[in-house]
T-cell receptor
């Protein structure tokens, strides 16, 4: 049982490049979400999903896309990277709306 | 608006001293409250959660928190700090989107 996995651990992009951050969970959780963590800001919700085929925007969705074709996977796409997207990104999953969320190890992204 | 506020971005205690990390939430936050801990370069790990079963909640590593509705507080305590407790601690509450609303975090330093 690997829990929540994220790849890559580190990534450096140039402004304007695109990329996909991968997230997978093996706990059969319906609820998955993406957060970004910036110093002094805590974690802020980017997008979330309550099940396969269902996604919605969080607090800071601009510049990011998501899709949820399976229960296990919830990739986050950066369409055209900007320096403001330099951050640490965490994926999380939980069994239901108000239960404990399990976090992945994070992806540290730098946009030059 | 829903919010979770952590008082003090940095707290320093001596080894063996009481640890008190403060968290207040807005009354619009549903009463599902969590404390997470983040060690350097790692993801978030659940310390404890409140889900209305009892107002005093015990967590891992000797931490506990008390839910006080009248004060809209959920402060985290530990009677005796260890060097290994040095980390960043996040208070979080359930949001209306099924996400977690995080405080900005408190970095705990433990002096020998």
């Amino acid at each position: 049982n690997a829990g929540v996995t994220q790849t890559p651990k580190f990534q450096v992009l140039k402004t304007g490049q695109s990329m996909t951050l991968q997230c997978a969970q093996d706990m059969n959780h319906e609820y998955m979400s993406w957060y970004r963590q910036d110093p002094g800001m805590g974690l802020r919700l980017i997008h979330y999903s309550v099940g396969a085929g269902i996604t919605d925007q969080g607090e800071v969705p601009n510049g990011y896309n998501v899709s949820r074709s399976t229960t296990e996977d919830f990739p986050l796409r950066l369409l055209s990277a900007a320096p403001s997207q330099t951050s640490v990104y965490f994926c999380a999953s939980s069994s239901d709306f108000y239960n404990e969320q399990f976090f992945g190890p994070g992806t540290r992204l730098t946009v030059l | 608006a829903q919010s979770v506020t952590q008082l003090g971005s940095h707290v320093s205690v001596s080894e063996g001293a009481l640890v008190l990390l403060r968290c207040n939430y807005s009354s619009s936050v549903p009463p599902y409250l969590f404390w997470y801990v983040q060690y350097p370069n790692q993801g978030l790990q659940l310390l404890l959660k409140y889900t209305s079963a009892a107002t005093l909640v015990k967590g891992i590593n000797g931490f506990e928190a008390e839910f006080k509705k009248s004060e809209t507080s959920f402060h985290l305590t530990k009677p005796s700090a260890h060097m290994s407790d040095a980390a960043e601690y996040f208070c979080a509450g359930g949001g209306s989107q099924g996400n977690l609303i995080f405080g900005k975090g408190t970095k705990l330093s433990v002096k020998p």
